[in-house]
Each structure stands twice: as structure tokens, then as C-alpha cells.
């Protein structure tokens, strides 16, 4: 490990609670600093600025989940449910997307390197769509988009309810099999829509 390793570990993790729960706006870098047991010139140092500090706690977090969540086009209900227990482990991951949003990039992608992010996700719907396993009426950014959308269904960006670890486990794996019905129905070709694994309908 070089020299100050321990000390960016220490301030990119401090880094992503304050910002988790207060955005960039409220976040306070000598609370980051102290919390990381660091100061307010080595967080300089480091990162150069607020700003940049949040792109590099959200960049990270993105990939966190990108190497925790990996997509398997042939199973878009599993893809779903995996990203649901995803957001109910780290749940600082969907509020640090939603001050990013809001704070930073209000239209468009979320990222500025989503071509990166996405590209190899794109090209296993796609790959599962040539396979027969997803309706080609849409396109691979729409599922991709739309499946990662419905998984938020119970997560802190929900407007209605927000699911956390301690709700009781049979209301968890009603969420999943709600989640696990909706993507199959959505997205199965028109032949297949109605059937789950092993040919028996799913209603």
C-alpha cells in the first residue's frame, strides 16, 4: 500500500456517507475530514474539490454495483431481483444517484462515461434478444433502462414506500416475485409472455 492509501480510503468512505445524506450542496468537508480522522488539506490534496470528491465516491459506487450486479440477458427477473437486494445491502448507492441527479446532471445520463458503464450490458441484451430470450420490439437501452427502473420500485429514490433490511422476509420476497412476474411479462417475446420456467404460466 503507498503512503496516504489508508488515508483516501478512509475519506472516499467518510465521503460517501456525508454526501449519501446531505448531496453536494450540504455536504461539509471538515465534517468528511473529521469523520475520516484526515484533514481538510489532505481531502484537497487528494481530490482537489468538493465537486470532485462526489464524482469520484459516486464513480466508484457505480462500478460497485456494476461488478455486484453483473446482468444476465437470459434471465431479466433474476437481474431485477439481484439489483433489489443490491439496494436494500447499500442503500447509500440509490441516494447518492438521486443527489447526482438532482444536483448535477438533471437530464440526460446519469454519468458522463455511461457509454463505458453500459456497453458491455447493452451487448448481452442484445445478445439474449438474437437468442429469443427478449422481445426485439424494444431496444437494449430501453430494457436495460426500464428493468434498473422497476428494481427501484421499493428503493430510497421511491416516492411511495421505501423498503429497508428490516421489513419482515416474506414482504422482501413478495417484492421479488412481483418484480420477477412484471420483467418476465414485459419483456418475454410475444410466443413465450405467458410462461415461466418450464413452460408453466406465469400470472
Do not use: C
Not at 455536504?27 to 482537489?48: M, S, T, W
Amino acid at each position: 500500500m503507498k503512503p496516504g492509501d489508508a488515508t483516501r480510503e478512509r475519506l472516499l468512505a467518510a465521503a460517501s456517507e456525508e454526501f449519501a445524506a446531505y448531496g453536494i450542496a450540504g455536504a461539509r468537508v471538515d465534517r468528511i475530514a473529521a469523520n475520516a480522522q484526515a484533514n481538510k488539506a489532505q481531502l484537497y490534496a487528494f481530490y482537489g474539490s468538493k465537486e470532485a470528491l462526489f464524482e469520484r465516491v459516486f464513480s466508484t459506487a457505480l462500478d460497485g454495483i456494476v461488478n455486484a450486479v453483473p446482468i444476465d440477458g437470459k434471465d431479466l427477473p433474476g437481474y431485477a431481483v439481484r439489483l433489489y437486494n443490491e439496494y436494500l445491502e447499500h442503500p447509500e448507492l440509490v441516494r447518492l444517484a438521486t443527489w447526482a441527479r438532482l444536483e448535477r446532471r438533471p437530464a440526460g445520463h446519469l454519468t458522463a462515461d455511461a457509454d463505458r458503464l453500459d456497453s458491455d450490458k447493452l451487448a448481452n441484451i442484445a445478445d439474449a434478444q438474437n437468442a429469443g430470450y427478449i422481445d426485439k420490439y424494444f431496444t437494449p437501452f430501453e430494457v436495460l433502462t426500464t428493468v434498473i427502473a422497476i428494481s427501484m420500485t421499493w428503493s430510497p429514490a421511491s416516492t411511495t414506500f421505501t423498503a429497508t433490511s428490516a421489513d419482515a422476509p416474506a414482504e422482501h420476497q413478495r417484492r421479488r416475485d412481483v418484480l420477477t412476474r412484471i420483467v418476465h411479462r414485459t419483456f418475454a417475446p410475444a410466443n413465450v409472455a405467458g410462461a415461466g420456467r418450464g413452460g408453466s404460466a406465469v400470472r
